[in-house]
């Protein structure tokens, strides 16, 4: 034993203290933990940033910041989001909410400066990742679309039918079309809400990391896939199977991507050029799934439940509206499952938390 070390056992011993394991070292290597788990996180992102460097020296077009400082406003965005989440933690967590005290101590006790700078060191890797994303998305417009590739795999697997003919058919084309439609874009809402949440609202902090890492990852198998095989969706390669649909803001939105897209293969250094659309995997589908897994790891059985019956309205909408095929929501699956597999991994995180428990 380090003479250091001995000494201190020896002074907790004549104190009357346990000659155990020293608690403040255990924090500290607790500490030094998360920080590893943190850096981790950030090689990930690291590695995102130098493949979407690559790609952009590549097509010789640079890095955009849509619609201004993007960024920037998302980050303030999810501070707020941030500051009400908190609010809420503390209100369940504290013995009393009534007692000012109650939930100031509350507030000392687990929203301490170390995890405050733990939680945001995840959150902007995140905000990193999807601004590689969206770029590396856009430059995607570059390669030649197989639309009709994944057009012949929907015939084949539905025997000769259209998937979205077939929901039409189904489900009818007024009032389905219009609560899809508000269905399918409810999404952005809460991918805005999810995120935040899943540092927020986590016990441990390496939980916290899991979460934030299988979204990532969600999002770069994602931007794989958009390469894999290029595509832009149903709506532009069959336009006759949803002419049958009310006019709705869906059709304006397809419409001004489809804009956009030819606008930035027209002139690609302009600096309001970028493209939004494609289509294999359903992202909509993968990151929904993927926030699935979030309520799942942290054992939120009504929750999981109630975000299960989202993503199977989303799998629904996504292709009843021309978005996406049949075969990219399988894939959208595919991708968050395999997300999951590797957030945890990344991170260092072996098994979810037991009910009830775990601390930092």
């Not at 920037?72 to 209100?91: C, M, N, Y």
């Not at 390496?206 to 095989?229: H, N, R």
């Not at 649909?245 to 690609?268: C, K, N, V, W």
Request: net charge positive; aromatic share 12%; with cysteine.
């Amino acid at each position: 034993m380090p003479e250091q070390t001995q000494q201190t056992h020896q002074t907790r011993e004549r104190s009357g203290a346990p000659s155990g394991p020293d608690p403040a070292a255990e924090s500290a290597e607790e500490l030094r933990t998360e920080w590893r788990r943190a850096a981790r996180l950030w090689a990930v992102v690291a590695c995102f940033a130098v493949v979407g460097i690559a790609r952009s020296i590549q097509v010789g077009v640079p890095f955009r910041d849509p619609e201004g400082a993007w960024l920037l406003s998302r980050v303030e965005l999810t501070a707020g989001i941030f500051l009400g989440l908190v609010v809420v933690d503390v209100l369940l967590r504290s013995p009393s909410r009534r007692s000012w005290r109650a939930l100031a101590a509350t507030i000392r006790a687990r929203w301490t400066p170390t995890r405050l700078a733990l939680v945001w060191c995840a959150l902007l890797a995140y905000h990193v990742t999807y601004a590689v994303y969206r770029n590396l998305k856009s430059w995607d417009a570059f390669n030649t679309p197989r639309d009709a590739m994944l057009t012949r795999w929907d015939s084949w697997l539905f025997l000769g039918h259209s998937p979205a003919v077939l929901l039409h058919d189904l489900l009818g084309q007024d009032v389905a079309a219009r609560v899809l439609a508000i269905w399918y874009e409810t999404f952005p809402y809460l991918v805005l809400v999810a995120f935040p949440a899943a540092v927020v609202l986590a016990t441990r902090i390496k939980d916290a990391y899991a979460g934030i890492a299988a979204l990532m990852w969600t999002w770069i198998l994602g931007t794989a896939s958009y390469y894999a095989i290029p595509s832009l969706g149903p709506f532009n390669e069959s336009p006759g199977d949803f002419a049958g649909l009310p006019p709705m803001s869906i059709q304006e939105t397809q419409a001004r991507y489809m804009a956009q897209r030819g606008d930035f293969l027209a002139h690609p250094l302009a600096g309001d050029a970028f493209a939004q659309v494609s289509a294999f995997a359903s992202l909509h589908v993968g990151i929904a799934a993927a926030i699935v897994g979030l309520a799942w790891w942290h054992r939120l059985r009504r929750t999981t439940i109630v975000l299960t019956v989202f993503l199977a309205g989303t799998m629904v909408a996504t292709v009843y509206l021309g978005w996406h095929f049949a075969v990219d929501v399988p894939a959208g699956l595919a991708i968050a499952a395999l997300g999951w597999v590797l957030g945890p991994l990344t991170v260092g995180v072996r098994r979810r938390p037991e009910p009830r428990t775990g601390t930092l």
